[in-house]
């Protein structure tokens, strides 16, 4: 059983083949690992081994010159003891990368003095049935050869190409390039009695990911322009810089000059990005059920029910406009995540089509008050749904309204209301009577994205995003669909002087 | 790169170039801990404590007996500090042990030390300093030395091995506490003190300290007591305007100033002799015992002693063979425990967990054990009480929620608590339930007809858990209470034990 698991999560065909340099650990090599400090934990109690191998390439590159070029690996061997009666010494707190037996055995070592720093004697276990089994997730896809492959001299001919595009137009450019690659694998050996196979529920198959991400600025030498673009992606192939620097070219060029407008509402079309940015809060929101469900800050908290004697959420009730819904399906090949032990297998929908329907919950919350026995992820990957207007449509159709390439530094002001602030950035163009006129100076926006989404006008096609943040346990990519918006009575409270 | 072409030559010109002589081999640093070179107080706290936690430690590894499975021993709260402690303490104080030589500002700190150390003489001589260079300063100061004096003698500053600090003094506490020393240096400067209000202030702290616990100094009260109640009487208007200030909230009646501090100073005094009065009744009957609980708190008029206890009713029975019903058993001291593996209500407050769900290794241990211990050790010194846990289905258990029954739920319970060495009656309840609809879909328990039937006067719904109810022989309550998992003290688990000593003391007399 074990076997099938892991094989299927880990696509062993294409890892393999990626892993002939050992760039990142084999399946083999962690279970030998493990099976190795397992082996130097004598004496009782328990131990749980954590192996996590990763690679990563970068290059960095400012005004038309490369800055860093890098090609890093390392092993992270963590090493949990809890000596009989001792307390637990914390996985994270032995850690080692070296990987001969002494120095295993140090780290085995070690962490049982840290164990024997204190008296945890547990409180019995009790007697509990054997653990069950949580069959996970299968065929997300997160591996990919061509990010793998995507050698030092590779990225320097990318970036190279991508600069002298730039410097062909007599403008300058930033960016970063960056590939990633990391395997990991998990075992314990808490409550043996409980236990049916070789790993518990919790532990971690073998698995592997890899993310690739590209982002540029393109600036005119005075200044006065600015461009941007960028994606990221598990797969280098869906990564095309050519097209990213001639946007950001185009970007640049035609923000330049840019004039100066009064703060107020505006009728807004939200590229893609912007739209991603500007969710982030509210995404990162839709985690926890838990919060929802008791007196919090949360935006999804709705108050007590003195009668039935809870807490109520706002699951249920339409939160956004009808059109949009927020869902994830693992086996999208635009979004494939590293799936944890334990999670709801298949698709999510955290919004339908305006409604509140799922929030993120832990295993407990499952098993006390729903019908399952699984957690639930919040939007790690998500797709946030479209309609079918192009932005030259939705340009076509303003009568005077902005277009926005994206925001940055954005900062939460209110939990409750998601109320943000934030600025404009790499391009900000008035639209008059369906037409682009002219660039405009960057604005500081104070607006909610509830607000944003209750207030859509139009909506386009769903298409990737950079979201380069890595996944907060285990490191895979977390990406996005985002479509681009037009939104009525968008709030910039301030100019910004920057570009 | 043509920088780091030279890198190999550069380095080798370098080791050429260096002077052997100048090389040190290297050596591991010495390791060893020296109290004796410590230079501040804080440092010699902070080891005397660490000294005392790592002797704590091994006397665990070497006996294996976890404090909280054993019954509340009161000696424990005047153990003196061990030996290596002392020698640490000690070592560490040898350069603070000309106690002329050392500044009086630094008494928090050092007497303490000096205690830890065996250098009583030292400690009160410090301490005795500070006294004398307050009263110079006035009164007000006086007063505030000897309050701060009678908190550290009492053993309540310092934050070492769990126990509180009153007043936010970090380190280590004198301990064992010198109570004689409290009366003592409260006899001598209280007098000096001319500002009544602060005399009654500092005579209140030391009944409260008698009271602090699970012990009550009736001594102490009986010396403070009418102490208090004869300057209380004597203050004048603007005295008790200031006392009022000082000792009441906003939201309190001023004019219930002298109420309150009779009160606070009889409650102490009488709380021993009532409770004597209580068992006294208890052991001659249910009824005495009821119409004298009623005369003590006559407003706990929705306290059901006296009354019958509800018949259980279960789906499922364990642990009672085919003589399982009625229960309360008649004849029989019970004890009636309502016990949740695991409730899903959470408003107005969260019930102590107790079987937890488990959804990662950390969680793997149980969470309830002190509840669980109490019941064992009621069981283990009480083979006659008839023991019930009362529980309803929840639809799971830890983790396991597939095809699970109420029998199946039943006999995983008792397995669990039987693992802890807790032997008793299982009675368990299917448990009504609906789904809230619309996405929420959360299950919302229907009360069951024992804990509609063990309410009262009250609401239906889950009881806390670990609410016992003891019953005596005739089927009438006599005394409820929460086995709290998370208290501290074992002041619930000493009453309920000497009222259940009484039942049976009464019901072997009667048997007889």
């Known amino acids: ?499 | 790169m043509r920088v780091l072409a030279w890198l190999p030559v550069l380095s080798t010109v370098l080791l050429v170039a260096s002077p052997a002589a100048a090389q040190t081999l290297f050596a591991w640093p010495d390791t060893a801990v020296d109290v004796s070179k410590y230079t501040t107080v804080e440092e010699c706290h902070a080891a005397v404590v660490r000294v005392i936690e790592s002797v704590r430690r091994r006397e665990f590894f070497v006996h294996r007996v976890w404090r909280d499975t054993l019954p509340y021993d009161p000696a424990e709260d005047v153990r003196p500090v061990p030996a290596e402690a002392r020698e640490a303490a000690r070592s560490c104080g040898t350069r603070f042990s000309d106690v002329e030589a050392q500044p009086v500002s630094e008494y928090r700190m050092l007497v303490p030390l000096y205690f830890a150390a065996g250098w009583d003489d030292k400690a009160e001589a410090l301490m005795k300093r500070r006294l004398e260079a307050a009263a110079r300063e006035g009164d007000a100061e006086l007063a505030a030395a000897l309050d701060t004096v009678v908190y550290m003698y009492s053993g309540r500053t310092g934050t070492a091995w769990g126990r509180t600090s009153l007043v936010g003094f970090p380190g280590l506490p004198v301990d064992p506490p010198r109570l004689d020393l409290v009366n003592a240096v409260v006899d001598e400067y209280l007098p000096r003190i001319s500002d009544r209000v602060r005399r009654i202030r500092i005579l209140m702290t030391q009944v409260r300290l008698a009271r602090l616990g699970a012990r009550l100094d009736t001594a102490r009260i009986e010396w403070a007591a009418p102490q208090i109640l004869s300057l209380v009487d004597s203050l004048s208007e603007a005295e008790k305007a200031q006392l009022a200030d000082e000792l009441t909230g906003f939201s309190e009646d001023k004019d219930k100033l002298e109420e309150r501090l009779y009160r606070e100073v009889y409650r102490a005094i009488e709380g021993v002799n009532q409770r004597r009065a209580l068992l006294d009744s208890l052991r001659h009957s249910t009824a005495a015992y009821v119409r004298e609980f009623r005369r003590q708190r006559p407003k706990d008029v929705n306290v059901p002693y006296g009354r019958p206890a509800p018949t259980l009713e279960a789906d499922v029975w364990l642990g009672c063979g085919d003589r399982c019903e009625p229960r309360p058993t008649p004849g029989r001291v019970s004890l009636v425990v309502f016990f949740y593996h695991d409730v899903v209500r959470e408003l107005p407050y969260d019930h102590h967990k107790c079987v937890r769900v488990i959804s990662g290794a950390e969680g793997i241990r149980a969470h309830c054990p002190r509840l669980v211990y109490t019941l064992r050790r009621l069981a283990d010194r009480f083979p006659e009480l008839d023991i019930t846990i009362v529980t309803r289905t929840h639809g799971f258990f830890g983790y396991l929620k597939e095809d699970m029954t109420a029998e199946k739920e039943a006999e995983l319970l008792k397995r669990w608590l039987e693992y802890f060495g807790v032997r008793a009656v299982i009675s368990m309840t299917e448990t009504d339930y609906w789904r809230l609809p619309n996405h929420d879909r959360r299950r919302i328990d229907e009360p069951t007809v024992n804990e509609v039937n063990y309410s009262f006067d009250g609401p239906a719904g889950p009881r806390p858990n670990g609410w016992s109810v003891l019953i005596d022989e005739d089927g009438l309550i006599v005394y409820d209470t929460v086995l709290q998992p998370d208290s501290p003290g074992s002041a619930y688990e000493s009453d309920l034990i000497e009222m259940i000593e009484a039942l049976l003391e009464r019901r072997a007399a009667r048997t007889t």
């Not at chain 1, 008791?294 to 007590?304: D, K, M, N």
């Not at chain 1, 285990?474 to 570009?499: E, H, I, N, W, Y």
């Open chain 1, 1 to 499: 059983m074990r076997n099938e698991r892991e094989s299927r999560r880990a696509r062993p065909g294409a890892a393999a083949e990626g892993m002939a340099d050992r760039r990142v650990l084999s399946r083999e090599e962690c279970e030998s690992i493990l099976e190795r400090a397992h082996g130097f934990a004598r004496g009782g109690g328990e131990t749980r081994v954590v192996v996590t191998s990763w690679w990563q390439g970068e290059l960095r590159w400012g005004r038309n010159r490369v800055s860093l070029s890098s090609d890093r690996r390392d092993i992270v061997l963590g090493i949990e003891r809890k000596v009989v009666d001792g307390r637990p010494s914390g996985t994270l707190n032995v850690t080692t990368n070296q990987l001969d037996d002494g120095f295993i055995e140090a780290a085995v070592r070690a962490a049982e003095r840290k164990s024997l720093l204190g008296i945890d004697p547990g409180w019995g276990l009790g007697d509990y049935p054997p653990l069950p089994e949580y069959p996970p997730y299968v065929g997300a896809p997160v591996w990919s050869d061509a990010t793998f492959n995507l050698t030092t001299e590779a990225r320097g001919e990318v970036v190279r190409a991508m600069i002298a595009a730039v410097e062909a137009e007599g403008l300058l450019s930033a960016g970063y390039l960056e590939v990633r690659g990391a395997s990991a694998m998990s075992k314990g050996t808490e409550a043996p009695e409980l236990r049916q196979g070789e790993l518990a529920f919790w532990d971690l198959p073998y698995s592997v990911w890899t993310h690739a991400q590209l982002s540029i600025t393109v600036r005119d030498s005075t200044g006065g322009g600015s461009g941007w673009a960028a994606l990221a992606s598990y797969d280098w192939n869906r990564i095309d810089p050519e097209a990213l620097t001639e946007r950001a070219i185009q970007k640049c060029v035609a923000s330049r000059n840019p004039v100066a407008l009064e703060p107020g509402r505006y009728t807004v079309i939200l590229e893609p990005q912007a739209v991603a940015d500007l969710i982030q809060p509210l995404v990162d929101s839709l985690a926890s059920r838990e919060d929802a469900e008791r007196p919090s800050a949360s935006p999804w908290y709705l108050g007590p029910d003195e009668h039935l004697g809870l807490h109520r959420s706002k699951l249920g009730m339409k939160v956004v406009d009808s059109r949009i819904s927020i869902s994830h399906d693992p086996s999208d090949p635009s979004l494939g995540i590293v799936a944890a032990p334990m999670e709801t297998p298949g698709t999510v929908t955290w919004i339908d089509r305006g409604v509140l329907t799922n929030l993120g919950f832990g295993l407990s919350t499952d098993v006390k008050w729903l019908e399952g026995w699984h957690t639930l992820r919040g939007p790690l990957a998500y797709r946030m749904s479209g309609g079918d207007t192009t932005i030259e449509e939705m340009i076509a159709s303003t009568r005077r309204g902005l277009l926005v390439t994206r925001f940055s530094n954005i900062r939460k002001l209110d939990d409750v209301s998601l109320l943000c602030t934030g600025l404009t950035r790499d391009g900000l163009w008035l639209i008059e009577n369906g037409q682009i006129t002219k660039a405009v100076k960057n604005f500081r926006f104070t607006e909610s994205p509830l607000f944003v989404l209750n207030n859509v006008e139009q909506l386009g096609e769903p298409v990737p995003v950079f979201r380069p943040v890595l996944h907060p346990f285990l490191g895979g990519p977390m990406p996005a669909m985002v479509p681009a918006l037009k939104v009525r009575d968008f709030s910039f409270t301030s100019l910004v002087d920057a570009v």
